[in-house]
């Protein structure tokens, strides 16, 4: 499909969303690592974790309370091969960085590691912090809890997150195998992005407290905050498209976040206090690092990883179907459409830049305008 929305240059939107969290009292390198996270995803054509959650999801956030700018991630256990952070409520992009970094230094050594942050917020998309694994020659495994969206097999309540189990692996191709997504039919950010677009939610994905499924995305969003409505696991629900699959995923990310923390979970990441205030989000993150070098050596892990993944592409296609492709393709293909223009922006994004630059008067002026 054609794009309509206008663009906004990299290096200007950068800029701009840098001086903003700054402006929102974010320290000025947390606030690089922030805006990379962000505009990563929109990079990769993931547009429900991208400049569509800047404002409503992290400025709005410290302006109620629930996140902190100046994060204060303080390392609480720290072995050989693990790590434990918490990140006392500030900014989990800021606190999964510095794990990603101290993990990547031990696998180094050691050739695995591992690590978990707790008392966190939304990281942004799973598949940055495995992708920094990737970038150094290893594999990465990450996983976040989140505020409860997704009801389990046979059940209508919202009692998980959306609870990402994303692996990035590299290989001897331009792009590395990247597996990032919900263990849910749907996340919320997307969700998001069809209100925003003026879209339906697509069938199967949501249902209500009477186990209809529903598709307004203006209502669904309502309702999500209400307990009322509740995302179907992935796979959808019952077990005839086998959502138990899902659901089983999505527990496996709930234990692995808050139990190697002891931390809160499920119910109690909702954000909400019982006088129906906003509250701490307290989420936590896991991440695993695998240095192949310790196993058959690093080039021989990315050629047959690049082996698999070519022969799966070449396979025989579905009648009317011209390609198949692997987990990261898509991604790649859509930096190379975007990486001249920049980052698409609609309408409503289009008023929170001009808001949030207004407010913090910021000198930027964007193309749209």
Partial sequence: MMETRPYVPWKLMHD????AFIAYGVPAEDAEICTDVLLESDRRGIESHGVNRFKPIYLDRIDNGTLLPVTNAEIIKDTPTTCVIDAHDGMGMVASHKMMEKLIEKARVYGMAGGAVKNSTHYGIAGYWSGMAEKAGMIGITGTNARPAVAPTFGVENMMGTNPLTFSMPTDEEFPFCLDCATSAVQRGKIEYYARSGHPTPEGMVIGADGQTLTDSEYILTALKEGTAALAPLGGTGDANCGYKGYGYSVVVEILSAALNAAPFMKALSGIDEN??????RLSHFFF??????????DAFKKTAGDICRALRASKKAPGCDRIYTAGEKEYLAWLDRKDKGVPVGDSVQ??????RDRC???FTFPFE
Avoid: D, H, R, W
């Fill in 289 to 298: 690092v695998i240095n192949p070098e310790f196993f058959c050596g690093l």
């Fill in 16 to 19: 701009f969303m840098t001086a």
């Fill in 361 to 363: 008067k910021l000198p």
């Fill in 276 to 281: 129906g205030k906003p509250k701490m989000y």
């Fill in 351 to 356: 008023k929170e830049l001009l808001y949030v």
